[in-house]
């Protein structure tokens, strides 16, 4: 009974884990979107595009470590690397927005609106990355 418990409270607090990135990239994704002056129907198509571009970047991401990895056969100093990196990973989160923004009819982004997502995600995944762990 006991193990039962625990794991009734490790999934729970798996769901309230999950639930607070969506929540993160909901606020994030709909601040972008006011403040740039993005058009959307409503904030429930703003949620479906935070978790469909979540679902869309988990899916893409393994290609762009890929990409990034093949760059090491390259004999590139420490800056091309990082620019070829900063680029590559630019233009997989772009290709996610312009999926995601694809997919979802409801929603209005022209391709400076899905570069301006991918680039304030692109700042906030390096900012993350500096940070200690």
Not at 26 to 39: K, R
Not at 51 to 68: A, D, Q, Y
Request: with cysteine.
């Amino acid at each position: 009974m006991l193990h039962q418990k625990d794991t009734i409270k490790q999934a729970v607090q798996y769901v309230l884990a999950a639930a607070a990135v969506l929540f993160c990239y909901f606020t994030i994704i709909l601040s972008v979107f006011s403040l740039a002056g993005m058009s959307y129907r409503s904030a429930a198509h703003v949620l479906l595009f935070a978790v469909l571009f979540l679902v869309i970047g988990l899916c893409f991401e393994p290609f762009e470590r890929l990409m990034i990895h093949s760059f090491t056969f390259f004999k590139t100093g420490r800056r091309a690397f990082i620019l070829m990196a900063g680029t590559v990973q630019l233009l997989f989160l772009w290709i996610t927005a312009y999926t995601t923004d694809q997919m979802i009819h409801d929603i209005w982004l022209s391709t400076t609106e899905e570069m301006i997502l991918a680039a304030v995600f692109l700042i906030l995944d390096k900012c993350n990355s500096s940070l200690p762990s």
